[in-house]
């Protein structure tokens, strides 16, 4: 039985630029599973982390979570990593992950003006679901400072709103 392989997308954008809401509308209009990195760090250690510890266990769950979609897409499936993909070096590792293993990807990348990407945490915040952070306007600004975007010579999709 030959089955068709699916593909990966890559979700790369700063917080509130519309990543997991476009993950929900992937998976709604048809066969696609997603795969998020919040929701796996928050079912695995809670919402509260020091920040060094942290970041070694968002480092093994990227992995973690690239492993998994490349499994999933090799079995013909769709997968939609949302995952932010703040980095080069983390796009830079899927990309490669995702290659040797011979899965198509494409990186998503979202673009919306900071105002509204405001004022979308602050309604997310307002109905704050079990597998969401909360994103307070000191934790927007700091994060602003640590999203590096693609570079020119990065192949990407720009997603806006």
């Known amino acids: 039985m030959t089955r068709s392989a699916g593909r990966v997308l890559l979700l ?14 992937v998976v709604e209009g048809g066969a696609a599973v997603h795969l998020s990195l919040d929701e796996w760090m ?12 942290h970041q070694a266990k968002l480092g093994a769950c990227y992995a973690l979570l690239i492993d998994q979609a490349a499994a999933i897409a090799l079995a013909g499936v769709t997968v939609v990593v949302d995952g932010g993909f703040w980095h ?15 899965v198509d990807y494409t990186l998503c990348v979202f673009e919306l003006s900071d105002e509204e990407r405001w004022a979308r945490l602050e309604r997310r915040n307002a109905a704050l679901g079990e597998l969401d952070y909360e994103i307070t306007r000191e934790m927007f600004e ?15 999709e720009v997603v806006r709103g």
Do not use: H
């Not at 790369?12 to 509308?25: D, H, L, M, T």
């Not at 079912?43 to 920040?51: Q, W």
């Not at 080069?88 to 011979?102: M, N, Q, T, V, Y």
């Not at 700091?142 to 990407?156: H, L, N, S």
């Open 42 to 53: 928050i079912r695995l250690f809670g919402r509260e982390l020091p920040r060094a510890e």
């Open 88 to 102: 080069r070096r983390l796009r830079d590792a899927a990309r490669s992950k995702l290659s040797e293993r011979g």
């Open 12 to 25: 790369c954008g700063p917080v509130g630029s519309g990543k997991s809401s476009f993950a929900r509308s």
């Open 142 to 156: 700091f994060f602003a400072t640590c999203y590096e975007p693609p570079g020119p010579d990065e192949v990407f």
